[in-house]
């Protein structure tokens, strides 16, 4: 079974600062771990994705996360965070041993980056 | 190059009433899913297709059917519409199943 949780509904942060939001998952086997963002009206977009390798994981418009094994969470983040940041994010998990199964997703997390 | 393209955008149905949406993709890929996007709820899997000819049961399968009878079409049909359907239902599609998924832009359906 692959189940993910976002712990926050809402995150609210001011311009410039650090941004993080989390992500915690359970899997029976080896996690594969994707984030995804949703701008109003608009279907999601991929940001990026832990498989394998380098524990911290760059993508897109400066967006990177963090896979910790120990404690199972992958949570994104941004150094600065910009107005135009402020989107619903959504993690994924799929559990590796799953063959063709497809990846769960997280009920998001809402950004708002105040000006 | 479109992506995934659903069609329609918008539908208003009366309860028991029928539809199928319409999912498109032009980028060869083999996985295509459907999802629905319901408030405080995240995207729950409808169905989904690992291929040509091929469908699976995903979360809530309940009252909706799929098919792929062609590579780049997934389709999904309501028999008889009802008000729980009341959702924004999004197509997306993958080259694999680790693969980045895109998403087509949405259908918002209410069923009154």
């Known amino acids: 079974a692959q189940s993910v949780a976002q712990p926050e509904d809402q995150v609210n942060v001011a311009e410039g600062n650090p941004l993080t939001v989390k992500c915690t998952y359970s899997?029976?086997?080896?996690?594969?771990l994707f984030w995804y963002v949703q701008y109003p009206n608009r279907g999601l977009q991929f940001l990026l994705k832990y498989i394998t390798g380098d524990n911290l994981v760059k993508g897109s418009y400066g967006f990177e996360a963090e896979f910790n094994k120990s404690q199972t969470s992958f949570h994104l983040k941004k150094p600065s965070a910009l107005v135009s940041d402020s989107a619903l994010y959504f993690c994924a998990v799929r559990d590796g041993w799953s063959g063709n199964t497809p990846l769960v997703f997280g009920k998001g997390t809402r950004l708002s980056v105040i000006a | 190059n479109a992506g995934v393209t659903q069609t329609p955008k918008f539908r208003v149905l009366k309860t028991g009433q029928s539809m199928t949406l319409l999912c498109a993709q032009d980028?060869?890929?083999?996985?295509m899913y459907w999802y629905r996007q319901d408030p405080g709820m995240g995207l729950r899997l409808i169905h989904y297709?690992?291929?040509?000819?091929?469908?699976a049961k995903g979360e809530v399968p309940d009252g909706y059917n799929v098919s792929r009878l062609k590579k780049q079409n997934f389709l999904l049909g309501l028999e008889s519409a009802a008000p729980s359907q009341t959702s924004v239902y999004f197509c997306?599609?993958?080259?694999?199943?680790?693969?980045?998924?895109?998403f087509g832009q949405g259908t918002r359906l209410t069923v009154v």
């Open positions: 899997v029976s086997g080896n996690p594969y």
């Open positions: 997306a599609s993958s080259l694999g199943v680790n693969t980045e998924a895109f």
């Open positions: 297709s690992v291929g040509e000819g091929t469908t």
């Open positions: 980028m060869n890929h083999e996985y």
